[in-house]
């Protein structure tokens, strides 16, 4: 199967970015690591190494240490200090195995050094090992910080509870509900928040059950008032669970039954649209996959992903102008949103030249078939661009993902796979749709959690 074709549901490849200013060297560990079945990219430069692990988001970099410019020291010290880098692993190559050469690297983040001569098959055991610990790392933290996003996102209030009423945690639904700050309440007795008969009742509760987790009744749902941080009761509905690790505490979930402003909706809608555009802006599309994501899980079905750029649009605006670059950017805008005909399809400018487009209950042959349906209606468009090497005219490169989520998934691994194919629409030679399928973990995850 062709890079660009698009297939059923896959393991994804991890992918190997190697960075060597040697062509021979990075040929060499380019097909060794290919062999091996993974995806590579490579680099001759550290700046280049830098851009690439941005946007491409590596599993694992294999990098020179001797490089002109910028060594693999300073390489490696300058993907740590980023958000977007800093967890890929970075193992270095270097001539140079002295103490005080390896230590130095180890300091600036690296987790494995390996001397050159390069043994070809050590070098593809020290790989995997590390593709291995990476794996094994990240599989907690991946859990942890879904069920954090999760907690953080929820529209309900969200309390943690002790033993004699004191506050562990409150979520930021919680904190929005009742006007506090973060962490605020931590802490703090609910006796603050509820009427002193409801807080005696709660407490009695918590006695009952640490006493006796096993024969205390589930405290369920009830409505409450709950005091505002500016002294108004509010109207919500408390559920309350109790939930034993090394000491007993209770999960609290606070419903707001009061009405929702009217005048904040319509601020939030007015704020969806990309000003240049007119189409969705980042934000309305951020929202919309939520809801939409959370829809297919509920019905198992797919959702796709395209993300595209205007070629060369830098070049576009050097020799024509910011003018007639905006103009061209509202052009290819109405193009990609007349492709978004349905009410769980929806195309958004998500920043500069880069447009983004969901489509609802699509499987990957179809979002194929309308990525190529989306360039070829850009490249008819005929807009002129006297700077292009790719075509005389305005073409888009394609990047193509679709998922059948479930509720461990995350969001941001869709963004991944498509830009993963992004990338290879550019490096293919631009004005092409490249597509992966990024198919579910979340049950071999839930799997591997029980097995161990």
Known sequence: MSPGSVGHTQRRVDAILIVDDAPANLELLRKLMS??????????????????????????????VLMPDMDGIETCRRLKQHPLTQRIPVIFMSAKTETEDVVAGFDCGAVDYIGKPLRMAEVCARVRAQLQIRSNNETQQEQAERLRTIVNNMAEGLLIIEAD????????????????????????????????????????????????????????????????????????????????????????????ITHHKQSEDALQRAAYLDPLTKIANRRHFDSFLEKEWQRAVRGGSALSLVVLDVDHFKLYNDSLGHPAGDSCLQQVAQAIDSHAARPGDLAARYGGEEFVLLFADTDAGSAMLLAEAIRTHIEALQLPHPRSSTSPWITVSIGVATIEPHQLDDRKALFVAADRALYAAKEGGRNQVRATHSGSTAWETVKALVLR
Do not use: K, W
């Open 165 to 256: 009423g004191r506050i562990q945690y409150t979520n930021p639904a919680c904190d929005q509900y009742l006007g506090y700050r973060e962490n605020e309440l931590a802490g703090r007795s609910i006796a603050e928040l509820l009427s002193p008969l409801v807080t005696q009742e709660y407490l009695d509760y918590f006695a009952m059950y640490a006493a006796n987790p096993e024969t205390a009744h589930n405290h369920g749902t009830r409505e409450v008032a709950i005091r505002h941080r500016n002294g108004e009761a509010l109207s919500m509905d408390l559920t309350l669970t109790p939930m034993y690790l090394r000491q007993p505490l209770y999960i609290g979930l606070l419903h707001d």
């Open 35 to 64: 062999e091996q079945g993974y995806q590579t990219y490579v680099a001759t430069s550290g700046e280049r190494a830098l851009a690439i692990a941005q946007r491409a988001h590596p599993d694992l970099i294999l990098l020179d």
